[in-house]
């Protein structure tokens, strides 16, 4: 128990003496979160995969359209201090620009394909961000933007099945409530059953 | 002349509809195995015949010829094989070593049209098959050489005949040579764990993977014949042949079913893992059998 | 009474030979089906309890196969993403005739629960021909059961002629394909 208090504490240390959070949040014993600014994300993640923290686990992009700026979240693990550290950062809506993190760790390649194809935003120094991964022959703006309409674009691609719009009762049975309100009726009209 | 190709036609045609109606009874045995219903026991008939009514698309004239080369040689093997001691077609020609060489045919029309038809994976499944035939063949010619050895002759009704004039069959009297050349069966009916060369989940089926409607319903009617072939093959080799019909049809269906119920609990092996598995157990069984039934022969008398 | 040495023998016409034959082939057919299980969405997991021992699809006949070429019927099971679709058409052009299609869940009807997303198509038959739907999210294993006994009972009355239709509209279904795909060429990194 004290090993990983000692752990998160570890960690709010190395990173909150060296670098200028804005936000920090402990959500339990095993995930921290640090909000960054985006100039000083490859400073921090070079730092932390030399303490140890190798696993790049996930990367993606949250979209905040009401604030009009994307938020990079990338979480990275260690196997011997097991934190899950967040490193988040905020980027400009309108010309979402990250400079790669492929020499920190190269196994990133895949996921910034993915966030470029599905948000729009842009890692030069990953050699191909621009081939398409996931979907193909895509012609509309990028799918997992707020101000795009999944519907819309199904409704106007996609033919969909019209059914008759009649209500008709064509096998002959009454209608469920009524076969319920009957077999209600049947219940209390018994009464409670048995000798007295 | 006339006579004996009828008859040999009539011992295929016997034969395939033999063995057809046994693989349905025994995928019916395994199903009840399994606590299940199983299928019809014309199930096999059904599916051959819906193959050969489908329309499907050739690769070229290798394809197509590989496929009936396939065929016609295995009912040109099929028709030396004496089924009892009194009904076989062709007197002179009853000789063991005629299936060693028209058995080949057989595999060799279907590795002809495999690597024709220019799927990646149809070469593996022939590689596999050819590499499995190398790991089984020696041993069970080991086998074989001491049996003609021992009778005196290489014909297979005269081996037959010679078990049943001495009263015991080579099953007893040989019984490494026989759990030899029982493991050696399974490898040639390509069963459970020896079924590398068709292995129907992992390789898309082998060699079979690019053939649909009649050629693969071709290919379905050589397999029934070539294990009839194997099958009786072993009944006269070790069970001592049949003096009537009933009781070749009583041997036949029971190493079938030991055979199917064997390969039926069984996983299934890698390539290497069975050509290691024939060359470390099986080999060295053979040769001790060979030694003792060559050179001890009575030595406790 | 006439005997019948002397009454006129009817001799069955060319298109009544043709049915005779097709129905003798439909009987083999429709008793020994082979399914190539596309399981591309989450109704796949029906399938397992219907081929083990409480519902045995084998005693129908029915039974998996490895490859398009060998298989008469193609089971699309659940939802198909664009991706999908396209290799599910040439699957479907790959197979041999006479071939039939079951679509399995709401998903293949009208889309089921995927029906407002920009990646799932809404309805299956606008693009392959369907011969029988199984309905439900997920159906039930007897539900399934009843799918592939309707299927059979459909070969019998000679219905199940989707691959003629699709022959004969080709035009029709290529252009829908087109329309929502865009074209059924599979680019990736892979086929380069």
Redesign the interface.
């Known amino acids: 128990m004290t090993n990983t208090i000692n752990n998160v504490e570890f960690v709010r240390n190395l990173v909150e003496d060296n670098y200028k959070v804005n936000k920090t949040e402990v959500i339990d014993q095993y995930q921290v979160s640090f909000e960054v600014e985006k100039e000083e994300v490859h400073r921090l993640l070079a730092q932390l995969r030399s303490e140890g923290w190798i696993q790049m686990s996930y990367l993606s992009a949250i979209d905040w359209i009401a604030d009009n700026e994307f938020e990079l979240v990338y979480i990275v693990f260690n196997w011997e201090k097991p934190v899950y550290i967040q490193v988040r950062t905020r980027l400009d809506r309108d010309n979402p620009v990250m400079e790669s993190i492929m020499p920190i760790h190269p196994g990133c390649k895949y996921y910034e394909r993915e966030a470029h194809e599905y948000f729009g935003i842009e890692f030069p120094g990953n050699p191909d961000f621009h081939?398409p991964l996931?979907?193909?022959?895509w012609?509309?703006m990028p799918?997992l933007r707020k101000d795009?309409d999944?519907?819309a674009?199904?409704d106007a691609?996609?033919?969909?099945?019209e059914y008759p719009e009649t209500h008709e009762n064509t096998l002959g049975q009454e209608s469920k409530v009524a076969q319920r309100e009957s077999r209600m009726a049947r219940v209390f009209k018994v009464g409670k059953g048995g000798k007295k | 002349m006339m006579v004996g190709i009828l008859t040999g036609f009539g011992v295929a045609l016997f034969g395939f509809v033999w063995q057809t109606s046994l693989g349905g009874i025994s995928?019916k045995v395994v199903?009840r195995l399994?606590?299940?219903?199983?299928?019809?026991w014309y199930?096999e008939f059904?599916?051959i015949?819906?193959l050969l009514?489908?329309?499907?698309?050739s690769h070229g004239w290798i394809f197509d010829l590989g496929v009936i080369m396939a065929l016609g040689g295995i009912i040109a093997t099929a028709a030396f094989m004496p089924v009892t001691n009194d009904i076989f077609a062709f007197a002179d020609f009853d000789n063991f070593f005629i299936y060693v060489y028209l058995i080949a045919v057989g595999m060799l029309g279907m590795a002809m049209s495999a690597s024709g038809s220019g799927n990646p994976l149809a070469s593996i499944g022939v590689m596999r098959a050819l590499t499995t035939m190398l790991a089984y063949e020696v041993p069970f010619m080991v086998i074989v050489m001491v049996i003609i050895k021992h009778a005196g002759t290489s014909s297979l009704r005269g081996i037959a005949m010679a078990q049943q004039d001495a009263g015991m069959w080579y099953m007893v009297a040989l019984p490494l040579g026989f759990i030899v050349a029982f493991i050696c069966l399974l490898g040639m009916l390509g069963k459970k764990p020896f079924e590398t060369y068709i292995a129907?989940?992992e390789l898309?089926?082998g060699p079979?993977?690019?053939?649909?409607?009649k050629q693969?319903g071709m290919l379905f009617i050589m397999h029934e014949i070539t294990v009839f072939i194997e099958v009786s093959l072993f009944v006269h080799l070790f069970l001592g042949g049949a003096e009537n019909i009933f009781v070749f049809l009583l041997k036949y269906f029971v190493v079938y079913s030991v055979a199917n119920l064997v390969s039926n609990v069984n996983g299934r092996f890698k390539i290497d893992q069975v050509v290691v598995f024939f060359y470390k157990w099986i080999l060295p069984l053979a040769m001790i059998q060979a030694f003792v039934a060559l050179y001890m022969n009575g030595w406790w008398n | 009474m006439e005997s019948t040495k002397f009454s006129p023998i009817t001799k069955l016409s060319k298109e009544e030979v043709d049915r005779k034959w097709w129905e003798i082939?439909d009987f083999?057919?429709r008793?020994?089906l082979?399914m190539l299980m596309y399981c591309t969405g989450c109704c796949a997991i029906e399938l397992p309890p219907a081929m083990?021992?409480?519902y045995?699809m084998?005693?129908l006949?029915m039974g998996p196969m490895?490859?398009p070429?060998?298989a008469?019927v193609l089971l699309v099971t659940g939802y198909l993403s664009?991706?999908t679709l396209?290799r599910v058409i040439y699957t479907y052009e790959q197979?041999?005739?006479?071939k039939y299609i079951v679509g399995f869940g709401s998903c293949t009807?009208?889309?089921g629960i995927y029906?407002?997303?920009?990646?799932?198509?809404?309805?299956l038959d606008?693009y392959i021909p369907v011969d029988t739907y199984v309905a439900g999210c997920m159906p039930n294993t007897e539900a399934v059961m009843n799918g592939f006994i309707d299927l059979m009972s459909l070969i019998k009355n000679k219905k199940a002629d989707g691959w003629k239709r699709y022959k004969e509209n080709y035009e029709w279904y290529k252009k829908?394909q087109i329309?929502?795909?865009?074209?059924v060429q599979?680019?990736?990194?892979y086929h380069q």
Not at chain 2, 208 to 213: C, F, N, P, Q, S
């Open positions: 081939k996931i979907l193909e022959d012609d509309d799918p795009f999944p519907r674009y199904s691609h996609f033919s969909s099945r | 995928r199903a399994q606590k299940r219903y199983g299928p019809k199930q059904l599916d015949f819906k009514s489908k329309r499907a698309t129907p989940a898309a089926s079979m993977v690019e053939y649909g409607g693969l | 082939g083999f057919r008793n020994s082979w083990t021992s409480a045995d084998e005693r006949g490895a490859t070429r060998q008469d664009l991706k396209r197979m041999s005739e006479p009807i009208n889309g029906h407002d997303s920009h990646v799932v198509i809404n309805q606008q829908n329309d929502s795909l865009g074209e599979v680019h990736d990194e």
